[in-house]
C-alpha cells in the first residue's frame, strides 16, 4: 500500500493542520486502509487491534463529513467504557474545532443534567450505552438526525452484555445512515451483529506487522493460595517501571490495594463501583509515576493505553485466551520489553497450562508445583478464531523457584 499523505486521501487543510499540531505527520496503516472509504460514505468493518490508531481512523473522516449548521448531534460513536468515551473525545475534540464543530461526551459518574446540556448541543456524540440509554429515557437529546454511526471496541460492549442497549440505540437512529463498526474480531457474535448494523460494509483488516525488537517474557509462577499476596509484593519489588495487576472483581481490587499498602507497596484501584473523578485521578497518579501500580479489573482497563508499563501480572487468572492477550497486550509496546507473570494456583494449573499451550508459550513442560514457566518471545500469539495476535518464535524452559515462593 502506498504511503500517501492525509491531504492525498483527501483531508481538508483546517484537518490536516490540526493533525500536524499534535504531532501527527502521517496516516497509520490502518487510516490509510479506512479512509477513503469512509469519507465516499461507505459502511465499514474494520478488524484492528487496540492501539493501532484506530480512533482516528474514524474521527478524521468524520469531521469532514458533518456540516456545522446540523442542530443536534448528526453523529454517535458508543464505546463499551468511561475511559475509552474520555479518550476518544480527546482525540477528537480538536480536530473538531477546526472544522467549527462541537463534540461532547456521556458517560456514568458524572452529572447526568450537565451532561445532557452539552450532547443536546453537540455536532458529535461519544457514549457508554448505559448513559445514552438513560439520556434517551429523559427525553434529553434525540439520535434522530445522526448520519453516521460508529461503533468501537464493538467486540467488547458485546462481551459486556450491551447487546440489547446497542440493538435499540442503533434502533433509534435513522436508517438511512452510515455505519462504522471497529472490532478486535469479526466472528462469532461480533460478525453476525456487524451484518445486522450494516449494509454492503467495505471490510478491512489491519494486522500489526512483527516486530523483533519489542520482546514480552511470558511467566506462569505456581503459587500457594495463602502466599499469593507476599509473592505479589515480592514481584513488585523487583526493578521495573510502572506495574498493572489484574484481578478478578471490584472488591477484590479494593482488597488488594489495602493488602499491598500492608505490605508498604502503595497502589491505587479502577473499577466500576468508582466514581469517573475517583478513576481520573487514579490514572492521572499512575501514569505521572506518582503511584507505580495499578490494580483493575479486565473492563475497567478497557481503552485504557498508558506508556511504560514494564510489567502486567495476572494476580487473578484471566477468564480465557483473549482475556491474557488484552491483559499482557498492555506491555511491550512501542519496541520495548515487557513482562507478563500470572500467579497461578493448583487450583488454576490445568487451566493455565492449557492456555499457555494454546498460545504457543508452552510446548511442552508442566507447571508443576515446584517449578516455573517462561517464555520469552515478541509477543503474543493468535488462539484460536477470536484471538488475533503476532507471531513469533518461543523458548520455554522450567526452572526451580527459590524455595518453592
Known sequence: MSKQSFAELGVSS???????????????????LVLADVLAGRDVLVKS????????AFGVPLVELLDRRESGPAALILAPTRELAVQILAEIE???????????????GTSVSAQAARAAKAHILVATP??????????????????????????RMLDMGFRPAIDRIVAACPQARQT?????????????QAARYTR????????????????????????????????????????????????????????????????GVQAVAIHGNKSQRQREQALTRFKSGRV??????????????VEGVSHVINFDPPGDDEAYVHRVGRTG???RGGVGITLVSPAHRQDMLGLARRLGLAPQPALGASCRLTASRTSTVAAGSSVRAKKASVRAHASRAAGAR
Open 94 to 108: 480538536g480536530l473538531a474545532r477546526a472544522r467549527n464543530l462541537r463534540a461532547a461526551a456521556v458517560y456514568g
Open 49 to 56: 487491534p487496540t492501539g493501532s490508531g484506530k480512533t482516528l
Open 130 to 155: 448505559g448513559r445514552l440509554e438513560d439520556l434517551l429515557s429523559r427525553q434529553a437529546i434525540t439520535l434522530a438526525a445522526i448520519k453516521v454511526l460508529v461503533l468501537d471496541e464493538a467486540d
Open 333 to 335: 509496546r512501542a519496541g
Open 180 to 192: 462504522l463498526f471497529f472490532s478486535a474480531t469479526l466472528e462469532g457474535v461480533a460478525g453476525k
Open 200 to 263: 454492503r460494509a467495505v471490510s478491512h483488516e489491519h494486522v500489526e506487522p512483527r516486530r523483533h525488537d519489542s520482546v514480552v517474557e511470558h511467566r506462569f509462577v505456581p503459587v500457594r493460595e495463602p502466599d499469593r499476596v507476599q509473592t505479589l509484593v515480592e514481584e513488585l519489588g523487583c526493578e521495573r517501571e510502572l506495574a498493572l495487576v489484574f484481578v478478578r472483581t471490584k472488591r477484590g481490587a479494593d482488597r488488594l490495594v489495602k493488602r499491598l499498602d500492608s505490605h
Open 292 to 305: 507505580d501500580t495499578l490494580v483493575a479489573t479486565d473492563v475497567a482497563a478497557r481503552g485504557i493505553d
Open 14 to 32: 483546517p484537518v490536516c493542520a490540526a493533525l500536524a499540531r499534535r504531532g501527527v505527520s502521517a496516516p497509520f496503516p490502518v487510516q490509510r
